[in-house]
Structures are given as C-alpha cells and as structure tokens.
C-alpha cells in the first residue's frame, strides 16, 4: 500500500539503507535538493533510482521558483528571476502583461524540472506580503494584493502544467503576514479573522481548483491558538470548507523547526488533523525512520485527489527554448529586482 509520505534522500546516490526503507515504506512521492543535484544526467539517473525502489513512476517533487529558491544550480539550469519579477512588471506595466510572463515563467521554470527528472514544481507561492513582515517571503511574493497574487498564481500555475509539471499551492492558508521564519521557528499570526478572509486567504480560495496544496507551519490564533495549521483540525476543516480547496494536501517539511515533539507524531498529529501526505526533506534515516511509525496508508479520498492530480500531468511536446527564453525576454524588458 503506498504510504501518505514524500520523503528526500541524502546524496546524489541512494544507499542500500535508502533503497530498502524506500522499497519498504512505499512513499507517495519524493522531493530533491541541491544537495541531490549536480549534473542533468546524474540527477536523472537519482530519479530513475528512486523510481525503481517503489516501482511505479511516482511524483517526484523540487523547489524551483527562480530566485533564491532553487534547488538546480546555475551549472545545470539557466539562473531564473524570483518571482517578485512579476509583482514589479505588474506596477511597471499592467497585470495582463505580467501574468503572460508569469504563465511563460511558469512553463520555463517546468521545462527545467522535468530535464532533470522531476515531475512536480512547488510553484506558486500565493502569500499575499504584508508590509513589516519577516523576508522568508519578501522577494517571492507575487504582489501586496490578494487580487494581484490570484491572478499571477493563476498564470504561473497554468504555466507549470502546460510545461509537464504539476504545480503546489502554497502556503496555504497564509504565510504573508508572518513575522519569524517556520524553518527557524514557529510564527504566529495574531490578525482578526475578517482580515484573515479578506487577504490572506483570498488568493488561495480563487486558486482552490489545484490539484496539489502545501500547509503553513503558522499558528492562527484567531482560528486555532494552539496548534501549527499543519497539526490543527479547526485550520484544516477552514481549508477544505471555508476556501473550498480539495486538492491532495501535503505538510509543510516536518523537520522544519516550528514543530517540536517526536517525528512519530508530527507525522501521526498531521494525517489526524487531515493533511493527506507528510513532507520529510532532509533525507536524515533516522528521522525518516521515526516519521514511518506515524504513518498510514493514503485514504480513499487521498487517493481519490491523487489520481485527478497524476491525470493532470501531460506530455509537453517540442519545446522551443530560444523562442521561450526570447519572449519571457521582451515581456520583462529589463526588469530586474537587483
């Protein structure tokens, strides 16, 4: 039975430790970093392998946003802008003219995944910045506005599937207004919940069609107090019924440091609270193998989600690169964060 977990790995190789708890585990998925990625062909070759342990041509996941969220080193892909890119072509010019470029961006940044071996990009990143926020977000956000972020996710979203790849919708429900980074530790957002609809989660309502979705490690106090939405039922349940959104729903990376307690039960506490899959990034065994005891099998509606999401990926064609990369060109015309 195929588990509800996306696991990383450690190197750019498996080891047998890997291949047997991977063969044994049954993953859902698998995610690369930097660390997993040094040329084309060896990345490939990483894919095939991990591929190969569970039997089946499973997703396999990659953070390639451009910017300073990219796992692909300039040496493999061409450097690509952040996609606050968008945000500054939208004031410069007009939105219809940088979604066009988002939805163009959106297709390079698959074309580079999929060389690679990947399938799924974790684009687009739907935070609506607010101002006097922590950087983690800063120059990813696509705009200040929930209206503006809707529209651009919207184009880098399509882009993502006309070039291959399945996009994921994140941070959901909101990662803009957070004052501390989640990979650090855990923030909070203390905002009505008024504010909250309005902004925050307006974007990701508009963008609840997608097929694949990312929580946020944030406490939310006026939904849940106590619990990270990646652990709390009552952010979950706002998830699925109050934005509407039912897609196959992964965690937010469960070693990250705003969660605390045994991986056993980050594992356990978020499949209870209704995420569908766990995400553990950083390929360490002996936390894979704690995050396993908490596991189960994906449930009917996990794989009910899954099976529209894998439907959604299709086979992109000829791909003009210089005709793409000239576009994309014009469209920006200069524009530039630096």
């Known amino acids: 039975m195929v588990s509800a977990a996306i696991f990383g790995c450690a190197g750019q190789t498996l080891s047998a430790d890997e291949r047997a708890f991977f063969a044994d585990t049954d993953p859902w998925g698998f995610i690369l970093f930097r660390r997993n990625c040094e040329t084309v062909e060896q990345t490939r070759a990483l894919c095939d392998e991990l591929r190969d342990t569970v039997g089946r041509h499973a997703p396999i996941l990659i953070d390639h946003e451009g910017g ?12 690509r802008p952040a996609m606050g890119l968008f945000d500054l072509l939208a004031q410069r010019t007009d939105l219809e003219t940088a979604a066009r470029a988002a939805r163009l961006g959106g297709e390079i940044l698959a074309r580079d995944v999929l060389s690679v071996g990947c399938n799924v990009n974790c684009v687009p990143m739907v935070d609506v910045r607010q101002p006097d926020a922590h950087d983690i977000i800063g120059d990813r956000a696509l705009g200040m506005t929930p209206d503006q972020v809707a529209v651009l996710g919207r184009a880098v979203a399509d882009g993502t599937l006309a070039g291959g790849c399945l996009p994921v919708l994140k941070h959901i429900p909101g990662h803009g207004r957070a004052l501390s980074d989640s990979h650090l530790e855990l923030p909070r957002v203390s905002v009505g919940r008024e504010d909250l609809d309005e902004i925050d989660f307006a974007p990701f309502r508009a963008l609840n069609d997608l097929a694949l979705g990312m929580t946020a490690h ?121």
């Open 218 to 338: 944030i406490v939310y106090d006026a939904i849940d107090p106590d619990r990270p939405a990646t652990l709390s039922p009552p952010v979950l349940e706002v998830i699925r019924k109050d934005l509407g959104f039912d897609g196959l729903l992964m965690t937010d990376d469960l070693s990250m440091k705003a969660l605390t307690g045994s991986y056993r039960d980050r594992a356990a506490h978020s499949l209870e609270a209704g995420c569908d899959l766990i995400l553990h990034c950083n390929g360490d065994m002996d936390e894979m193998r704690d995050t396993a005891n908490g596991l189960s099998a994906l449930t009917s509606e996990a794989e009910r989600r899954s099976d529209r999401a894998l439907k959604m990926l299709i086979n992109p064609g000829v791909y003009d690169v210089a005709a793409a990369e000239q576009e994309f060109a014009s469209l920006t015309n200069g524009a530039s964060l630096s």
């Open 68 to 79: 300073r969220v990219s796992r692909l080193s300039p040496h493999i892909v061409p450097k």
